[in-house]
């Protein structure tokens, strides 16, 4: 007890004595020091200063601004009445060499006087070795002792600096009284001195505390040793009486086994000890796997097939861990015996028979990487693609399970619920084809048994997904369709021409020319529309009949006039022209006054122009003017979407889906141009465009990966894609979807490389999760393929899942740099609506980062924001509820987003981001008030999920 305490004490007292040494031996020194060397800085910057001022007057001097004598005067008068310091009684003198005083403010005795003989209290001749010192090195610091400031009867030390002004062969100089420095170096000792006392008080506190708690801590171990002896015994008790084989092994050599293990393997305790481990399996591949460095078994759950005492094949799920014994590591197996009996078969035989001529494929397995099909009926055995009735599969049904995640959502639901019903996955087939199905599985063994033994139901879905695509597509156009009939007439107007109604029909047909308009109003002289002339009405009235020109306009107008009011829907206006057999429509606003015109036959064809007949309108453009004209029908189309309030799911995918035809139609265009790729190539998109969420106010993110070539066709390969790159991102440019601000597109050459390079980049980014590399990952690690060879794209896909999933600490960054982002500030949603506005894409930034954080974990390849929290469910947020809120918020914030933009596009300003909230009403500020509230408990979530 007594060492330990010295232990303690004796380095704690070493290191205050050496904390103490340091700071009156190096600290207190280097301070004086650095105080003193301020000073003499200080006076030498001062006379600088004055110095400057001489040579002021010597060039006004020169000059002849001023006369020698007017020079020296003016010096002299401005130097004596410069003062600084605390007391403002600091000041500067001036000498010449013989030397004689120039100028001192305190001491008007000395003015004129020679003051070689000038001695101080010391004897020394201060004056002449100012003089001394400028000779021989123009300036530098003497130290004298000279009167206190203005009072000659207090005589201290002083140290000065000179400097000798050459033409006029003044000296010129200003001192610091060692005193202050003194004092300075004094109150700083003082203040080290208590601080060095209160940590030395508080050291001696701790030393205290320490010493009390290592008595106690000393009477607990001696205390635990004894209660280590009793549980000692008590396991060994509990050891043998386990229903559980356990077997120690040192250097893979059994040094001792219980009797359940005995049991188990059929072996006695005697031949069991000092057999080696490998003894008791045949199977290579079904023994317990070593590490290839000590040769130690390798810690965790491991299933083994082991050859019994009596020459029967047993199966045995064991857990091994590492422990030491007497200083010696040891591996300790515990083994379970998972043998399917025969009995199973036998006593099950007539339910098979009966279920084997249903038509509902049935079988039974083991649900694990290792695990078997045991047993399986003619209709699982057609729905899993297995052609031989006479055997069992060898494939694990496992395995056959598309995707990583949805293997884990079937394992997890397995041990935590026992059970799982009607889950839809896809599988593997053995023709290489990917079907999917709904499982229902039962767990029959125990929830802790990890060879899964399960019963299962299995059905094809494949027509019944397609079906529910297929409907989905078709409501989507059904939307589109319904929001364009219900716009209001003034989404569709066009300007309106009039003339008078005795104008001539000659001048008539001008006016129309001119416009470039086939419907114009007829009015009266007193201003009233009486009514209209159209392109029909000129064929009909006037090539038909043969009019003469000369005759006046009301003759061929059409009347009485047909209108409607620019809040009437669109299929208002559809059965007036039906009714009337008309094609235009005047449109008249809440006075009464008409202020456009509709024409039916353009709401008809923007009306056919829905995204089915959009897409072939893009796929057989021959330019990019017309591709420009499609994007430019696909704003109308989307912001009739987001004014009949569409599902935001059906917008984005309105966007991407044309936005993704036309990019590959530019690409297939620049390819005509350019000539077949010289090597395979796949084109990316990355950002919102990777994840499918455009707006109206997106710019492009893309990129190109190339197959590797060698090195005599590097050249040309690169130079072709540099320009591919170049002219697509440019034709896009034109159609509409803007350069990336940041740079990140394909016809930048540090963007458009072979896969190799992509490969450095993302293994860069995951290695170092660095500030700027986490702002890349937030772009490049929603890549997305658009066009080219798809292998590519899955290639690195495949790296990047393989990458992340050994940095775990990538994750952690990324995680961190979510929880950390700032959420912007709504003023206007803590009272009422005024024109404050909010960042849309800096609130949604929070949800996109952890659904791609989630996502990139799980290793699930979607990329939208919404796939990915659909897929995600509860498989690693572990809170159903949780996850159904962010679907709502994101949906919810992204609609905003998308009116707000709207709202912006329709005042003709600049796009951005920002919500104002005179778009809002008080049901929707209210809303947006609880998801910002909601935000950050996200931010808690994913803190506490990646142990932040």
């Given at each position: 007890m007594n060492r330990f305490s010295v232990r303690i004490i004796l380095p704690a007292t070493t290191a205050i004595l050496l904390f103490i040494l340091t700071l009156f031996l190096v600290v207190i020194p280097r301070f004086r020091e650095n105080i003193m060397n301020g000073k003499r800085q200080m006076i030498k910057e001062l006379t600088q200063s004055a110095w400057s001022i001489l040579e002021h007057c010597h060039h006004q001097e020169q000059s002849g601004q001023l006369t020698p004598e007017e020079a020296g005067q003016k010096a002299v008068s401005l130097l004596r009445e410069l003062r600084y310091g605390d007391e403002n009684k600091d000041y500067f003198w001036i000498t010449d060499?013989?030397?004689?005083?120039?100028?001192?403010?305190?001491?008007?005795?000395?003015?004129?006087?020679?003051?070689?003989?000038?001695r101080d209290r010391h004897g020394k001749k201060m004056f002449v070795e100012f003089v001394k010192k400028v000779q021989q090195h123009e300036s530098g610091y003497v130290d004298y002792m000279w009167q206190w400031k203005d009072d000659s009867l207090h005589i201290v030390p002083k140290l000065s600096y000179v400097k000798i002004f050459r033409p006029w062969q003044w000296v010129i100089g200003t001192g610091i009284y060692l005193e202050d420095a003194k004092k300075e170096i004094a109150s700083l000792t003082r203040n080290l001195v208590w601080l060095t006392a209160g940590i030395a008080a508080l050291m001696a506190f701790l030393l205290f505390y320490l010493l009390q708690q290592s008595y106690r801590i000393e009477r607990k171990r001696r205390d635990a040793e004894?209660?280590?002896?009793?549980?000692?015994?008590?396991?060994?008790?509990?050891?043998?009486a386990s229903d559980e084989g356990l077997v120690m092994a040192v250097d893979g050599i059994i040094i001792y086994a219980n009797e359940v293990a005995a049991t188990m393997t059929g072996f006695s305790l005697t031949e069991l000890i000092n057999m080696k481990l490998n003894q008791l399996t045949t199977n290579p591949h079904r023994a317990l796997p070593t590490l290839q460095s000590t040769q130690r078994l390798k810690e965790g759950h491991h299933e083994i097939t082991i050859k019994r005492g009596d020459g029967q094949l047993a199966e045995f799920v064991t857990t091994v861990s590492a422990s030491t014994v007497a200083g010696k590591p040891v591996d300790i197996v515990i083994l379970k015996d998972i043998t399917v009996k025969e009995t199973f078969r036998q006593h099950d035989i007539a339910f098979h028979k009966i279920v084997d001529i249903r038509e509902t494929g049935l079988f039974v397995a083991q649900f694990n990487f290792k695990g078997r099909i045991l047993w399986i009926n003619e209709k699982a055995r057609q729905i899993m693609g297995f052609g031989d009735q006479n055997k069992l599969p060898e494939t694990p049904m496992l395995r056959m399970v598309v995707g990583k995640a949805d293997r884990k959502?079937?394992?997890?639901?397995?041990?935590?619920?026992?059970?799982?019903?009607?889950?839809?996955?896809?599988?593997?087939?053995?023709?290489?084809?990917?079907?999917?199905?709904?499982?229902?599985?039962?767990?029959?063994?125990?929830?802790?048994?990890?060879?899964?033994?399960?019963?299962?139901m299995i059905a094809d879905i494949t027509q019944q997904e397609q079906e529910k695509a297929n409907h989905e597509q078709l409501l989507a156009n059904l939307t589109i369709a319904q929001s364009l009939y219900l716009q209001p007439a003034k989404d569709f107007l066009k300007p309106v021409a009039s003339l008078a109604d005795d104008t001539p029909l000659e001048k008539v047909l001008d006016q129309m020319e001119a416009k470039e308009t086939d419907a114009v109003l007829v009015t009266h002289r007193d201003g009233q529309v009486v009514g209209i002339i159209t392109a029909s009405d000129i064929t009909h009235r006037i090539i038909g009949l043969k009019l003469n020109l000369q005759n006046p306009a009301y003759l061929i107008m059409s009347s009485p006039l047909i209108t409607l009011h620019d809040t009437d829907p669109v299929f208002h206006a559809l059965d007036l022209a039906h009714k009337h057999s008309i094609n235009h429509l005047p449109v008249r606003d809440s006075r009464n006054e008409i202020t456009g015109m509709l024409s039916v036959s353009e709401v008809c064809e923007k009306w056919l122009l829905q995204p089915a007949f959009l897409l072939k309108r893009v796929e057989s453009a021959t330019s990019v003017r017309q591709l420009a004209d499609c994007y430019k029908l696909m704003r109308l189309q989307v912001e009739a979407l987001i004014k009949?309030?569409?599902?935001?799911?059906?917008?984005?995918?309105?966007?991407?889906?044309?936005s993704d035809t036309i990019t590959r139609r530019v690409i297939e265009l620049s390819i005509n141009d350019l000539g077949h790729p010289p090597a395979r190539f796949a084109f990316l998109c990355m950002g919102s465009e990777g994840r499918k969420e455009e707006t109206l106010f997106t710019d492009q993110d893309n990129a190109i990966v190339t197959e590797p070539v060698s090195p005599d066709k590097s050249d040309a390969v690169r130079s072709y894609f540099i320009r591919l790159g170049e002219m697509v991102c440019d034709a896009l440019d034109t159609i509409g979807y803007t350069y990336?601000?940041?740079?990140?597109?394909?016809?930048?050459?540090?963007?458009?490389?072979?896969?190799?390079?992509?490969?450095?980049?993302f293994h860069d980014w995951i290695q170092a999760?660095?500030?700027?590399?986490?702002?890349?990952?937030?772009?490049?690690?929603?890549?997305?393929?658009?066009?080219?060879?798809?292998n590519l794209t899955r290639t690195l896909r495949k790296f990047v899942d393989s990458e992340t999933a050994?940095?775990?600490?990538?994750?952690?960054?990324?995680?961190?740099?979510?929880?950390?982002?700032?959420?912007?500030?709504?003023?206007?949603?803590?009272?009422?609506?005024g024109s404050e506005a909010i960042d849309m894409k800096g609130v949604l930034q929070p949800l996109v980062m952890m659904a791609r954080t989630y996502a990139l974990k799980n290793q699930l390849h979607a990329t939208g924001t919404l796939e990915r929290l659909q897929a995600l469910g509860t498989r690693s947020m572990n809170n159903a509820e949780m996850v159904n809120e962010m679907i709502f918020s994101f949906k919810f914030l992204l609609k905003l987003r998308l009116r707000g933009q709207l709202a912006i596009s329709e005042a003709r300003q600049p796009l951005s981001n920002n919500l104002s909230t005179d778009v809002l009403?008080?049901?929707?500020?209210?809303?947006?008030?609880k998801i910002l509230t909601l935000l950050p408990y996200y931010q808690e979530k994913i803190k506490i999920d990646f142990k932040i």
């Open positions: 060499t013989l030397p004689a005083m120039v100028m001192h403010p305190f001491r008007d005795d000395l003015n004129g006087s020679n003051l070689s003989n000038f004894t209660d280590l002896n009793v549980s000692r015994e008590r396991y060994r008790v509990l050891v043998e959502l079937l394992v997890d639901k397995l041990q935590n619920e026992g059970h799982i019903r009607d889950q839809a996955i896809a599988i593997n087939l053995p023709d290489g084809s990917i079907r999917k199905v709904a499982v229902t599985l039962v767990l029959v063994s125990n929830p802790g048994d990890a060879s899964l033994l399960c019963h299962g009949n309030d569409a599902p935001v799911s059906l917008i984005i995918q309105t966007t991407s889906t044309l990336c601000k940041g740079d990140i597109m394909a016809r930048n050459p540090q963007w458009n490389q072979p896969i190799d390079r992509w490969r450095t980049y999760p660095e500030p700027q590399n986490l702002l890349d990952a937030m772009i490049f690690f929603d890549f997305r393929h658009v066009f080219g060879d798809e050994s940095k775990p600490v990538f994750f952690y960054h990324m995680a961190l740099h979510a929880s950390q982002w700032k959420i912007p500030h709504f003023h206007a949603i803590q009272g009422s609506k009403n008080n049901a929707e500020l209210h809303q947006i008030k």
